[in-house]
């Protein structure tokens, strides 16, 4: 039995999300279907108003001015500290542990030449303009541990003048974990990272 081409083209949209296949998409799709209409209108004007937001021009997060709320704080750009992401998510993920308080810089991916990503794709020359502008002083990488992530810094540490210092997040095992449970590379990690107590 086929599906109608309404169906059809909502789950091809669906499909285009992160991480969700064509069965998944269809199982949300039918869910929608049994909403009411004033929710599905209420639903799809969320939706369409994302291509509403505008981005900080100075870290790429989300703004509703020029910049955003971090960017727009002296104290977090007094710290004279930027703390460089992949994305979005990540800048999240470091913010929610309360423990970073200077600004971000949002590169939007990490270079890769097989798919065309290069310097100006992750708008270093950017970051290196607010670098030398605020005169920051540290500039923390929390890029992920990729042979992609460790090209971007090591590409970015060569940019950035030398009295800048440069620190890489520390990445090793999850407080909670078994060595016997961990894979090779998450061991190695932990042992270039370890330090004296």
């Known amino acids: 039995m086929e599906l109608p081409e309404t ?11 992160p991480g969700v296949g064509e069965k998944s998409a269809m199982r949300q799709i039918l869910a929608l279907t049994n ?9 799809g004007r969320a939706i369409e108003q994302l291509g509403a ?9 989300f703004a509703e001015e020029d910049k955003c709320t971090i960017c727009k704080s002296e104290v977090r750009i007094n710290a004279k500290s930027i703390c460089v992401v992949e994305s979005i998510t990540d800048f999240l993920a470091i913010e929610r542990s309360n423990q970073f308080h200077g600004s971000y810089f949002i590169l939007g991916g990490v270079l890769n ?4 990503v290069g310097p100006q794709e992750l708008k270093t020359e950017r970051l290196l303009k607010c670098v030398l502008e605020e005169e920051v002083g540290e500039i923390i990488l929390a890029l992920n541990p990729s042979v992609e ?12 003048p030398q009295e800048i ?5 520390g990445f090793g095992i999850p407080i909670g ?14 042992l270039e990272n370890k330090r004296p107590m």
């Open 7 to 17: 169906i059809l083209a909502a789950i091809k949209q669906f499909s285009k999300l």
């Open 35 to 43: 909403w009411k209409i004033s929710d599905l209108a209420q639903f």
């Open 53 to 61: 937001l505008s981005r900080c021009r100075r870290c790429g997060f």
């Open 113 to 116: 030449p097989l798919l065309g």
């Open 149 to 160: 992530g460790d090209a971007t810094c090591s590409y970015l540490k060569s940019v950035f």
């Open 165 to 169: 210092r440069v620190e890489r997040i």
């Open 177 to 190: 974990s078994n060595l016997d449970y961990l894979d090779p590379m998450t061991i190695t990690k932990a």
